[in-house]
């Protein structure tokens, strides 16, 4: 094949990304000629990207039939990557228990550069629970569980991850929220378990645990979050002996497959994982 | 003329070649695996170049990694989430392969999930024609009736399924072909696991064939069962046996994704 026709499937493959970026965010089905438009693109060329990725199952029809949705395969390739940290799978076998006994829904978090990433996720029992979806990521500032993350950080890596977001995603961390993250760090680094973040506002109750080695060192973070009590006697989960217990068995589970296959991308310089769509939503 | 039918054949040439970037993408993710270039083109039936070339743009839009002279999944595709949507359940993984599977034959297609000492129907197809066996969502067998029960009831460990019987002896008896004994009952089991899937000849209600096969959960228990079933007069033993090779093949492909959710499911 030659050098042009190379050049032209490098503009058709990147027309494919670019339709399925598109789709992917929108909440309502779309048509050929919407992408067309806010892409730039001529509809035939629209047209043909649909093709490939309806034929692949990247995207669906929506119930009009006209208008396009993501399909099943984005889930297939985004479980097939959590695939790869184990601690996903070793997780799961702990988090049915916690999520039974607290009625809440149980999380677990890894890092991934300055992100943490939920890798495994049981929803509460309770009517009310909090939707979480596996693949979520989040700046570590932003979340209780990435938090837990940065109070186990030394004061270098605390002041490079604020380079970062300070370079990257400056409205991510503005005076207040700064100042707000230094308080919670050094609550993260002061208490042994947990670390409690109340959104009044979305009536969320949020508790994050640090899961450690036996060395002390961070490997990952348990979050539990729920909604907060409607008749407001207790807005504090307070662990009970049989939650630590569990805690425990995980923190025991994870070190162990931890040291037998290692975390992907720990490897990778912080810096160089930049995420397009990370969400701050806890 | 000729330049519009250039146009054409580049247009196709180039959509052959965006659904090859798409389907590598996908092969990465059903197969859970690690390929460099030679392993990928030959398993594809593609040239190097061409396999070089999909590789080439899956790590420029970040969705592969390439460590050495292998390529795996990347971090990249984080970026395909935008919004809390809950994974997809046994349900509707498997909705595709049900649509497939009656599409081939036109016959009543289950889908069905194990409850205690039952199978429930938790979705399915209907058959084309005068003659069906009827879709009910709902309905529950006891897991020694029909190929559907059967189908799970051979892959649990040999204690549960000792317990089985122990909890519902005499085991009930709908047609004259239903296994009612424990003899009979552990000789089709054995069967069904050499072959890999279930049948059952009139053994629920008079009239009716039926073949399924299980689905695999964590820790190789069986999640469910997939059933293709149609009266006996059209679909004869003599014609299971002819369409296994297909039915083989599309019951692989939603293993295959169902196995990405073992552990997430429970």
């Known amino acids: ?282 | 003329m000729e330049a519009a039918s250039e146009e054409k054949k580049s247009g196709r040439q180039q959509n052959k070649a965006t659904t090859r970037v798409l389907n590598i993408l996908s092969l990465f993710a059903s197969e859970q695996a690690v390929f460099g270039v030679t392993e990928l083109s030959q398993r594809l039936g593609i040239t190097k170049n061409m396999a070089y070339r999909a590789l080439t743009t899956l790590v420029d839009q970040g969705f592969l990694v390439r460590d050495g002279t292998k390529y795996e999944l990347g971090y990249g595709v984080l970026d395909l989430i935008f919004h809390t949507s809950a994974e997809p359940d046994f349900k509707s993984i498997a909705s595709p392969h049900l649509q497939e599977l009656h599409e081939l034959t036109g016959e009543t297609v289950i889908l069905s999930v194990r409850m205690k000492d039952s199978q429930v129907i938790i979705d399915g197809l209907e058959g084309v024609g005068k003659l069906v066996i009827r879709l009910k969502i709902g309905t529950s067998l006891p897991l020694h009736v029909s190929a559907a029960s059967r189908a799970i009831l051979a892959y649990l460990p040999d204690e549960e399924i000792e317990n089985y019987i122990g909890r519902n002896s005499p085991l009930q008896k709908f047609t004259k072909n239903t296994l009612s004994s424990r003899k009979q009952l552990w000789n089709d089991i054995e069967q069904t696991r050499e072959q890999g899937f279930a049948t059952a000849i009139e053994d629920y209600k008079s009239g009716s064939n039926s073949i399924a096969f299980p689905i695999m959960a964590e820790n190789d228990w069986p999640h469910g069962s997939i059933t293709v079933g149609g009266p006996k007069a059209r679909f004869s033993e003599k014609v299971i046996k002819q369409r296994l090779p297909e039915f083989q093949e599309i019951i692989g492909a939603c293993r295959k994704w169902a196995a990405l959710y073992q552990s997430s499911m429970y």
């Open chain 1, 1 to 282: 094949m030659n050098s042009k026709s190379d050049r032209s499937i490098n503009v058709s493959a990147k027309n494919v990304f670019d339709v399925l970026h598109l789709i992917l965010p929108s909440e309502k089905p779309i048509g050929v000629l919407e992408i067309s438009r806010k892409l730039s693109l001529p509809p035939s060329s629209v047209h043909r990207a649909l093709v490939s990725l309806e034929e692949s199952r990247f995207v669906a029809r929506g119930l009009d039939m006209s208008k396009y949705v993501a399909g099943p395969m984005i889930h297939h390739v985004l479980r097939a990557m959590l695939n790869r940290y184990s601690v996903s799978r070793e997780s799961y076998r702990y988090l049915n228990d916690i999520a039974s006994s607290t009625g809440q829904t149980t999380s677990v978090f890894v890092r991934l550069g300055w992100y943490t990433l939920l890798v495994a996720t049981v929803e509460g029992p309770d009517e009310v629970c909090h939707a979480r979806s596996a693949g979520e990521t989040m700046l570590l500032h932003e979340t209780p569980a990435g938090i837990a993350i940065l109070g186990s950080l030394t004061r270098d890596e605390v002041s490079a991850y604020r380079k970062f977001v300070g370079a990257k995603m400056p409205e991510h961390l503005d005076e207040a929220s700064s100042r707000k993250t230094s308080n919670l760090i050094a609550e993260a680094r002061s208490s042994d378990f947990v670390i409690k973040i109340l959104r009044e506002e979305q009536k969320r109750r949020v508790m994050a645990f640090p899961l450690k080695k036996s060395n002390g060192s961070v490997i990952s973070s348990l979050g539990i979050s729920g909604p907060v009590p409607e008749d407001g006697t207790s807005t504090e989960l307070k662990p009970d002996s049989g939650l630590l217990q569990l805690i425990g068995k995980l923190e025991q589970s994870l070190e162990q497959d931890l040291n037998e296959k290692g975390m992907p991308f720990e490897h990778v310089n912080p810096d160089a994982i930049v995420l397009k769509t990370h969400q701050s939503r806890i």
